[in-house]
């Protein structure tokens, strides 16, 4: 996740951290007041959780022996 803080004015008194959407790679600032962080809307987090549920993406486990075992 790429993370680039913004400064909205020269002092740098304010600063926002902006990271950038893992669905679309729009830049979004990171608030806690946006439910669907870090994605930048509902449509990008569907979009991601309909990736988990249809397997696009997996975490590979290597069986261990009592899994093996078990079968």
Do not use: H
């Not at 994605?39 to 979009?47: D, E, Q, V, Y």
């Amino acid at each position: 996740m790429s993370v680039q803080e913004m400064s909205e004015s020269q002092s740098g008194a304010i600063k926002q951290v902006m990271v950038r959407c893992p669905s679309c790679s729009e830049m979004v600032p990171y608030r806690t007041d946006n439910p669907y962080r870090p994605f930048c809307s509902k449509g990008c987090k569907a979009i991601d959780l309909g990736a988990w549920a249809s397997e696009q993406f997996r975490v590979e486990v290597k069986p261990t022996n009592d899994d093996l075992l078990e079968d």
